[in-house]
């Protein structure tokens, strides 16, 4: 049967996407952009565990470049792990979430307070430094006309 019949490949020819014809999946799902200044979410205990298996599995895997592997690898040893053995993992979760949660509330205090953007209450401040030595200077210069 004929590949064009059936939606496959015309010509041989591999197709590429145009990136102006790009749209972008935030606009068009309609959710606001991301603030780069939020807090990120904190690892769970599996994911605690993940950094600390990557590790030792890259030292023991060194030809092992599949990225599923070790995630498979490091599932297996998870889910045969005692409640014990994860303990310590789980307190290291509980820790980083209490510290995303002091994250989340100053940075929820700041949007509240509207000052969003540390960069531009920054600059504000500089702004005003700066016009306050520039006031000084022409007070001063006009002293000397005197």
Known sequence: MD?????GKSSGATRKADPKLAVK???AKGKAAKDPNKPKRPASAFFVFMEEFRKQF???????KSVAAVG???GAKWKSMSDAEKAPY???ADKRKKEYE???????????AG?????????????SEV????????????????
């Open 72 to 74: 498979k690898a490091g």
């Open 131 to 146: 016009n306050d030595e520039a006031d000084e200077e022409d007070s001063d210069d006009e002293e000397d006309d005197d």
């Open 3 to 7: 590949q064009t019949m059936k939606g």
């Open 90 to 92: 789980a307190a290291k």
């Open 115 to 127: 000052g969003n953007d540390d960069d531009d209450a920054d600059s504000d401040k500089s702004k």
């Open 25 to 27: 999946k935030t606009a």
């Open 58 to 64: 890259k030292v023991e895997n060194p030809e092992n």
């Open 102 to 112: 002091k994250d989340m509330a100053s940075y929820n205090k700041k949007l509240a």
